[in-house]
């Protein structure tokens, strides 16, 4: 366990619709990212938050949106979904004072059907 | 931009037999470089790290990398192959452009280890 939680492990869902990962950083962790993980694209950087606020962002769509709340847990909005949607959702944490590595969790996989 | 090459996407050894993966970086700033595991069905766990200081880095599990400015690289190897070891390796530098923690990652090597 790497302390890092996310839930659901599993996600089926059909196009055009919408779901919510959720994220709980590691104890003390103040930086939350997410990342994206398809056979294509291999690992992309989507989002960073940093104590409640975006410090970051990378290759993610306008149909996605993230935010961290005050108990520091992290949630990824997936909206429209279309098939090459489907992929591993990653969720990592750090104590995010320079870049020093950070801690994933186990992932969500979404399947888009 | 920050960018990671991994030569072999897929590399195979007998148990016992020299792991060697490769990793290029390309970094316009002194990069923090990183290798990551990812078993089946799992997270990527962090094997190791170089951040500044002693260019040859020891990780978890016997494995370690050498970092070398000259030749912008980054290999992972470990003496001796386990079948433990079979997993997806990755690569990753750091890219601190905008104060982002944000890691650059290769496209990774599948390792396969023969009895």
């Known amino acids: 366990d790497s302390g890092v939680t996310q839930t659901p492990k599993h996600l089926i869902t059909a196009t055009g619709q919408r779901v919510t990962l959720r994220c709980s950083p590691r104890?003390?962790?103040?930086?939350v990212y997410w990342y994206q993980q398809s056979l294509d694209q291999g690992l992309q950087f989507l989002i960073q938050?940093?104590?409640?606020?975006?410090?970051a962002k990378g290759n993610i769509l306008e149909r996605f949106s993230a935010q961290q709340f005050p108990d520091l847990h992290s949630e990824l909005n997936l909206s429209s979904l279309e098939l090459g949607d489907s992929a591993l959702y990653f969720c990592a944490s750090s104590v995010s004072v320079g870049n020093y590595g950070y801690t994933f969790g186990s992932g969500t996989r979404l399947t888009v059907v | 931009a920050q960018s990671v090459t991994q030569l072999g996407s897929h590399v195979s050894v007998s148990e016992g037999a020299l792991v060697l993966l490769r990793c290029n970086y390309s970094?316009?700033?002194?990069?923090?470089l990183f290798w990551y595991v990812q078993y089946p069905n799992q997270g990527l766990q962090l094997l190791l790290k170089?951040?500044?200081?002693?260019?040859l880095v020891k990780g978890i599990n016997g494995f370690e990398a050498e970092f070398k400015k000259s030749e912008t690289s980054f290999h992972l190897t470990k003496p001796s192959a386990h079948m433990s070891d079979a997993a997806e390796y990755f690569c990753?530098?750091?890219?601190?452009?905008?104060?982002?923690?944000?890691?650059?990652f290769g496209k990774g090597t599948k390792l396969t280890v023969n009895p």
């Open positions: 104890s003390g962790d103040l930086s």
């Open positions: 938050y940093y104590n409640g606020e975006e410090r």
């Open positions: 970094s316009s700033v002194p990069p923090y």
């Open positions: 170089y951040t500044t200081g002693a260019t």
């Open positions: 990753a530098v750091s890219d601190l452009a905008g104060g982002s923690e944000k890691l650059v």
